[in-house]
């Protein structure tokens, strides 16, 4: 295969940026997404130029450090599939794409495609878990956790935190990140001591962060790689309205 | 050549974690604020130290190359984690679960660390679940169970395919909250360059702020290396692409003996190489054999028509079909350990009965399980005489529930549906049971540094089973670090604050300074990856599944070669304070050429084949592993003298008070 592709190149954070055309030559089918970049990067660097920097690590869809936007769609034209799982099958020969980083005022640019995503830990750390210290467990089995309640916490649990569902989002909006934890242990009894002040806390970073509100597209759930729900998001608001009343 | 003292407590094996722990020295609460620690790496073993500790009192400061410390590998840990809690009412108890993991690692593990791995292990089901980690539950609310690679009990606990994740979020998450307390410092995007050793005792690290390139020095009372395996030594291996062994290294050369470099696990269901371009492999869970069932053609005119394209795995007639593992190994058959499986797929392709274009794939087929429940859901759903289709049907919904998404994941790779086609597997390099030496504290032959999880050597023997590497790193992190740690610290209390502008300080971070200087510097005309492919190749030809004296001589003079190559010929482009992939790769790269000769070296100077470690000279009749226990039932770590060739061996002898010695047998 042949491409021409239009990246964004940015040398760091302060610098200004631009799109750059690369063409890309014997690119195969079974090639991923990266693997392309790979090939494009030893060519720069044997032409003793400055190879894309971009973000990954597992390369199978679960380490959540990959995600560019190819063609305006986050993590590319396939559903379900992170940056990493997307394979050169999914495009015609000859096709042109443009490459951009995640754009979000929270997710400033490093260089070239890689972002500082660490607003997500920040939100994780205001109240993304259970408070337990180790050696204080009781039994595994001793509270049990109906089996629908326990899957549905697994759908929520599923994020990567790839911040795939912010950069989609006309608003810029973490809602469906926060909304997944949230989630997750509110369906789950472990959860629910701390849920008050969980969603509070968590969404007052969300704010403080410059992440925007949800706004109803629901583009986070057609981009996500895991396919998380909106549905998710009308639990965080009923977690949100059920702290504040309480 | 020395004798290392391994500190296992005396007392019947049963009692001595337990009498251990009752005896270790203790830091009260107020000295433990005097008191930092280093975390490197934030994996299951990183992030569960650093978060245990952290909750204790201690100031920790934890290191990770990647973004976010939620990324480490870990992660992408697919099928589960064992415990011996019994709750399948299986007979499953510590005692099993330590049998299973000493025998699986084929006598070559520490006996009492293996039992203590094996004893903690329900605790650690309790820890998670408290956490909130949604762990595969029954209809009734309770935790649910598979049976797992080598096991002949349900004792793996999963949440789908994702369990690492769910885990590594768990200790996430509890390493957060200490962060938000101020109580852990955190420093992503950093990796460790060098361990900087004061009186002989570890005192803190260089790491390189990978976005802006500083060196910065961090002193600690305690540094902890919780950094993973070296199997991308290999290049290809299902490593993320970023593991790497140049914490552990540095460390090594600090000091730190390495042992059984050479013990590598292949895992036996990963996706087959499809090209040149290949970064990395990607693994199909184990979980799958307990439903696959894995074949080649019997006869060779169909494999060659197969490899040819001529032909596909359907057309071949069940008559026509070799069900290898099931004929060599009828009491385990497609659940024979990961060593095992790999070694017989290979003996298969080797012999020419492989089945994709290279010849180095097997089948690995869903049709009998899908007609074996679909049978059962028509007899739930009272469905008479159902057709063929019918049965089809309702048994492909029952394998999806199971295993979807990691069907879903081969469609998506290979561009082939394994619903109609069977899916092609082979062998990969996935862990690496070697590593640093520790005692039974966890402490390094460095004093003050304690390493924890894949990145130790003490668990596994030469042969990790399914579903156990999830199981110690968290039981080094949450229950075995927090107790023994303090034996050391209780002397640190009057210490102070270690300072970092000391003479000792400041050569190391030069030393750093010099070698990413020198890596600048080379301005050769080859890339990174042209070295490290290279390198992969000569470990996986002549260091992987199988290995021979010949082989291994040649592997350390053509690694001898691709190192001074790299030294002359890499190409780094870019500056050196800056963020500069390149350069990380180099770095790391040039680690793993060092350590791939010490591999080798090992796996020469082992005589006899264990677990992983398969010396082709060494093999019973039947083509099976032959032990010598009575030359080579030790420990061999290995003391940096300057180069790897002239790496030093010392022995730390294997007793086993428990189990008698025998020859693995899963037939």
């Known amino acids: 295969m042949k491409l021409t592709l239009k990246i964004w190149r940015q040398a760091g954070p302060k610098a200004k940026g631009q799109i750059v055309d690369y063409p890309v030559e014997g690119i195969s089918e079974d090639m991923s997404f990266l693997e392309m970049l790979d090939v494009l990067n030893d060519r720069l660097v044997r032409e003793g130029q400055e190879p894309v920097a971009f973000d990954h690590d597992c390369r199978e869809g679960i380490c959540g450090s990959c995600g560019i936007m190819i063609e305006g769609r986050a993590h590319g034209p396939n559903r379900k599939a992170a940056t990493c799982e997307l394979r050169m099958r999914s495009f015609p020969d000859g096709d042109t794409l443009t490459v951009e980083p995640w754009r979000a ?106 992440f925007g509100a949800c706004s109803n597209t629901y583009a986070c759930e057609a981009e996500c790689p895991k396919q998380i729900s909106v549905e998710h998001i009308a639990r965080l608001n009923r977690e949100f309205v059920r702290a504040k009343a309480l | 050549m020395s004798i290392l003292d391994s500190k296992v407590p005396e007392g019947p094996i049963e009692r001595k974690w337990t009498a251990h722990k009752n005896h270790i020295h203790l830091v009260n609460p107020a000295n433990k604020r005097r008191i930092d620690v280093i975390v490197v790496g934030t994996g299951l073993a990183g992030s569960s130290a650093a978060a245990s500790l952290a909750e204790m009192g201690y100031n920790v400061k934890t290191f990770c190359y990647q973004d976010s410390a939620r990324r480490a590998h870990s992660i992408a840990a697919q099928g589960g984690i064992n415990a011996a809690k019994n709750y399948q009412n299986d007979g499953d108890s510590v005692y099993r679960l330590f049998y299973d993991t000493l025998k699986g690692g084929d006598y070559r593990s520490r006996e009492a660390n293996t039992y203590r791995l094996a004893e903690v292990s329900a605790s650690i089901i309790d820890q998670c679940v408290a956490q909130g980690v949604p762990f595969a539950r029954d209809y009734g609310g309770l935790l649910d169970n598979r049976s797992f690679g080598g096991a002949q009990v349900s004792r793996t606990f999963y949440a789908r395919g994702q369990t690492g994740q769910q885990l590594l979020l768990g200790a996430y998450s509890a390493l957060m909250r200490q962060v938000g307390k101020g109580k852990v410092k955190m420093y992503d995007r950093h990796e460790m360059l060098d361990l900087v050793v004061v009186g002989g005792k570890a005192r803190g690290i260089i790491a390189r702020n990978l976005v802006t390139g500083k060196l910065e020095r961090h002193g600690a009372h305690a540094v902890l290396l919780c950094t993973g395996g070296y199997g991308n030594v290999f290049f290809l291996s299902t490593n993320a692409m970023g593991c790497n062994v140049t914490a552990a290294w540095k460390s090594h050369k600090r000091g730190a003996f390495m042992a059984n470099p050479c013990y590598t696990q292949i895992h036996p269901t990963c996706i087959p190489v499809s090209g040149d371009h290949q970064s990395k492999l990607t693994l199909m869970s184990e979980s799958l054999r307990n439903d696959g069932r894995i074949w080649v053609p019997k006869k060779l005119e169909d494999a060659k028509a197969i490899q040819q394209g001529k032909k596909k795995g359907s057309d071949i007639a069940e008559e026509d079909r070799d069900y290898y593992l099931e004929r060599r190994y009828p009491s385990f058959g497609n659940l024979v350990p990961r060593d095992v499986a790999s070694r017989a797929a290979k003996e298969r392709c080797d012999a020419g009965f492989g089945v994709n274009r290279t010849g180095e794939a097997v089948y690995l087929d869903f049709s009998a399980a899908i007609e074996r429940y679909g049978k059962m859901e028509a007899n739930v759903h009272h469905i008479d005489n159902p057709s063929k289709e019918k049965v089809r049907e309702l048994g492909m919904k029952v394998v999806s529930a199971k295993y979807g998404n990691l069907f879903d994941m081969y469609e998506n790779i290979v561009g082939e549906n394994p619903y109609e086609h069977p899916m092609k597997i082979y062998p990969a390099v996935h862990y690496t049971m070697g590593g640093l030496w520790v005692d039974y504290n966890l402490q390094s032959t460095v004093p003050g540094m304690y390493v924890l999880g894949e990145a130790n050597f003490s668990d596994h023997g030469a042969n990790r089973l399914g579903a156990s590497a999830l199981m110690q790193g968290l039981a080094d992190g949450y229950f075995v670090i927090p107790y023994t740690i303090a034996d050391q610290l209780a002397g640190e209390i009057r210490t102070g604050p270690i300072k970092t502008d000391t003479t000792e300080f400041e050569q190391a971070e030069q030393h750093v300074r010099s070698r990413i200087e020198q890596l600048m510097n080379t301005k050769g005309t080859e890339p990174v990856d042209h070295f490290h492919k290279r390198l992969g190749k000569v470990m996986w030809d002549k260091c992987g599944m199988a290995r021979n004296a010949k082989g291994l001589q040649e592997a350390i003079e053509e690694i001898r070669r691709i190192r001074e190559d790299f030294w002359k010929n890499v190409r780094v482009p870019g500056k050196a304070d800056e963020f500069n992939q390149e350069l990380e790769k180099a770095g790391r790269v040039a680690d793993f050429l060092e350590l791939g000769e010490l591999m080798c070296k090992d796996a020469l100077h082992r005589n006899e084949s264990c677990g992983g470690h398969f010396r082709e000279e060494y093999q019973t009749e039947e083509g099976e592993a032959l032990r010598d226990d009575n030359n080579f039932a030790y420990v061999g770590a290995w003391e940096w003298k300057g180069d790897p060739g002239a790496a030093e061996l010392h022995k730390e002898a294997l007793k086993f008070t428990v189990l008698q010695l025998s020859q693995r047998s899963y037939k």
């Open chain 1, 105 to 210: 005022r929270p997710f400033p640019v490093i260089k070239d495609l890689v972002v500082d995503r660490t607003a997500f830990d920040r939100i994780m750390q205001a109240g993304g878990y259970v408070s337990v210290k180790t050696g204080q467990a009781p039994d595994a089995n001793a509270i049990p956790v109906p089996k629908h309640h326990a899957e549905e916490a697994m759908d929520a649990a599923a994020c990567i935190g790839c911040g795939a569902c912010v950069a989609t989002c006309p608003n810029g909006s973490a809602m469906l990140f926060v909304a997944a934890k949230v989630s997750q242990f509110a369906l789950l009894p472990q959860g629910h001591a701390e849920r008050k002040e969980r969603v509070e806390r968590m969404l007052a970073q969300m704010d403080t962060e410059g």
